[in-house]
């Protein structure tokens, strides 16, 4: 039976507010919650879900509709159940609670990502309730713990349950919001993000007194190195598409501003300093945590021998984490669709691919082969920018933003696996 589209609007944000009503805090997550609850959504309208449990209460769930056409890669609409802690004190309404004041859904999730999470569940249970049958499968992949580095959510299913997981194509996070810049507005959709490569380095010198001072001691080695580092700039390496991408925005690529280098170089960042044990001890050595971020084509032993080049021989590197950085071309039929579809519902914007200097969870599903987009639509206006409201304060969606997102959403993903929207809502 055909769904009223404005019944679907209400329903979605609905779905959202009790999303957020469920406390996903990660630490420590308990998402079992989150799963639990679009569990019995889907069920109610027909839908088996699969649960996986990495560790008790750190659940992840896996839906699936299946499609006409099994040689067609399936289409995973795929978010993350678990959100960053909140700082009570710097939030004006209770962060959860889904309340909706000033045209807006209020609390931790609203934006990052219980509202994709929520346009998902749309998706899944609106084509069923309409009967109608995608030429591809259509998944729903609903993960744990991707705010705090993947390993009990889509680490896990892509390791111990790859088939569970495999897509030829994947709609994640992080990408179809509002970028004005002048009078100009741009909707950035994910094509790439970077690496992680986390490395400990370590410098030793003679330890003495402290009533003896000299000036070579580990801790002033140290101090010496790190100032290199944050002064030395990285080599820069501009991937084609983000040079397409910066001239389309009328940013000259010699001399970007800060907020677009990470995407133009590896980076590192000095976040945790160790050094000492007793006040009158001069220490024999000194440790930093070094956050080195990589670009696509690039991997540890070259960010290393980068980072070698700037210190030079003296300190040892440890290891500590590692994740690939991940890119996906923007010349696939989806992304055509994704971009031809967002210019025509705000007509004057342009979308354009875009890399991301953090991570998501694209990094891992794009290790089984699929193509991965984030696109997670959502109209902002200029004073409430994207940047503000992610992991931020008061972080709030507001609602006619989300429900162009929803329409722009559902025109992508009924058009990409052959459905007609006339099909489905009435
Ligand atoms: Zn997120």
Request: aromatic share 8%; net charge negative; hydrophobic share 40%.
């Amino acid at each position: 039976m055909k769904i009223s589209w404005h019944d679907l609007e209400r329903e979605s944000l609905e779905n959202l507010r009790t999303l957020i009503r469920l406390d996903t805090t990660n630490p420590p997550g308990n998402e079992r919650i989150a799963a639990d609850f679009l569990a019995e959504e889907l069920a109610s309208h027909g839908i088996e879900s699969v649960i996986r449990e990495s560790a008790p209460t750190r659940a992840n769930l896996v839906a699936r509709l299946a499609g006409s056409d099994s040689s067609k890669g399936p289409l995973m609409l795929s978010s993350h159940t678990d959100v960053v802690p909140v700082e009570r004190s710097g939030w004006t309404r209770e962060p959860f609670s889904g309340e909706i004041a000033d045209g807006c859904v209020w609390g931790r999730g609203s934006i990052d990502m219980k509202s994709k999470c929520a346009m998902d569940l749309a998706m899944m249970t609106a084509m069923k309730r309409a009967g109608v049958k995608p030429d591809r499968d259509v998944m729903m992949v609903a993960v744990a713990d991707e705010e705090a580095g993947s390993d009990y959510g889509a680490k896990f299913l892509v390791e111990r349950y790859p088939e569970l997981v495999r897509a030829g194509y994947v709609l994640n996070e992080v990408g179809g919001f509002t970028v004005h810049l002048g009078s100009r507005r741009f909707y950035p959709i994910q094509v790439a993000e970077k690496g992680f490569v986390t490395i400990k380095m370590k410098v030793t010198a003679m330890p003495g007194h402290g009533s003896m001072p000299r000036a070579d001691t580990a801790i002033s080695r140290m101090s010496e190195l790190i100032t290199k580092i944050v002064q030395t700039p990285m080599r820069q390496k501009v991937s084609p598409f983000m040079r397409k991408t910066l001239t389309e925005m009328g940013v000259p690529v010699e001399g970007a501003g800060p907020l677009f280098q990470p995407m133009l170089a590896n980076t590192v960042s000095p976040t945790i300093l160790r050094a000492g044990y007793k006040d009158n001890v001069i220490p024999g050595e000194a440790t930093v945590v070094l956050d080195g971020r990589t670009l696509p084509g690039e991997d540890p032993e070259s960010l290393m021998a980068e980072l070698r080049e700037i210190v030079g021989p003296d300190p040892t590197f440890e290891l500590i984490k590692t994740a690939p950085p991940a890119e996906t071309s923007p010349d696939t039929p989806l992304f055509k669709l994704i971009a031809k579809t967002v210019e025509a519902a705000d007509p004057g914007a342009r979308a354009i691919p875009w890399m991301i200097p953090g991570a998501t969870d694209s990094k891992f599903y794009s290790k089984l082969g699929a193509a991965c987009y984030g696109f997670s639509p959502v109209k902002l206006d200029p004073h409430m920018p994207f940047g503000s409201l992610y992991h931020g304060n008061d972080e709030r969606l507001p609602i006619d933003g989300f429900n162009w997102g929803l329409k722009v959403y559902a025109d992508v993903v009924l058009k990409f696996v052959g459905v007609k929207f006339d099909d489905v809502f009435a």
